[in-house]
T-cell receptor, first 111, second 112 residues
Framework: DGGITQSPKYLFRKEGQNVTLSCEQN?????MYWYRQDPGQGLRLIYY???????QKGDIAEGYSVSREKKESFPLTVTSAQKNPTAFYLC??????????FGSGTRLTVV | GENVEQHPSTLSVQEGDSAVIKCTYS??????FPWYKQELGKRPQLIID?????GEKKDQRIAVTLNKTAKHFSLHITETQPEDSAVYFC???????????FGAGTRLFVKA
């Protein structure tokens, strides 16, 4: 469905716990992105990767980490340093025409 | 820094009427302007885009216009239908660049 798979769809995190959100694409796209969306808000860039083994911080990178060991995979770890992680997280890849294809999202809740 | 302003934040129209959403960008180097539609709880999906070498593009009931001099671009939806109800995001980027700047979104309600 859309070529980008995010899992899990819902995730619950306890205080002080690190959690990892999965993002896998089979579109052969080089550039991948992680966005955070709060209720009624726009999209804020967390991290992006232009190519394997390379990634850059976005506008709100504090408390998050990523890796890009394979072209197909761009997982996001929400660390305990992120004090307000409850949000909807969207992964995307960039098409050759420069538009984005988004995954279906992961809704993270702190319990 | 780079910024995209989007107005209005909320728009309510009667079914069959037209809807217009406007965006302004700050980076004069931007040359690619996509629009995304996000239905409630779903992923954003690209619905139309325009590049800086054209002034207007149409696809059935939706159209986008671009004024490079004023750094404005707009989305026009004609003959609106209830299924057009969603949040619409405008965005701006350099076609060769890796970052896209999104507007804050417009929540469109189409009343039957």
């Amino acid at each position: 469905d859309g070529g980008i798979t995010q899992s899990p769809k819902y995730l619950f995190r306890k205080e002080g716990q690190n959690v990892t959100l999965s993002c896998e694409q089979n579109l052969n796209h080089d550039a991948m992105y992680w966005y955070r969306q709060d209720p009624g808000q726009g999209l804020r860039l967390i991290y992006y990767s232009q190519i394997v083994n390379d990634f850059q911080k976005g506008d709100i990178a504090e408390g998050y980490s990523v890796s890009r060991e394979k072209k197909e995979s761009f997982p996001l770890t929400v660390t305990s340093a992120q004090k307000n992680p409850t949000a909807f997280y969207l992964c995307a890849s960039r098409t050759p025409n420069y538009g984005y294809t988004f995954g279906s999202g992961t809704r993270l809740t702190v319990v | 820094g780079e910024n995209v302003e989007q107005h209005p934040s909320t728009l309510s129209v009667q079914e069959g009427d037209s809807a217009v959403i406007k965006c302004t960008y700050s980076d004069s180097a931007s040359n690619y302007f996509p629009w995304y539609k996000q239905e409630l709880g779903k992923r954003p999906q690209l619905i139309i885009d325009i590049r800086s070498n054209v002034g207007e593009k149409k696809d059935q009931r939706i159209a986008v216009t671009l004024n490079k001099t004023a750094k404005h671009f707009s989305l026009h939806i004609t003959e609106t239908q209830p299924e057009d109800s969603a949040v619409y995001f405008c965005a701006a980027s350099m076609a060769g660049g890796f970052k896209t700047i999104f507007g804050a979104g417009t929540r469109l309600f189409v009343k039957a």
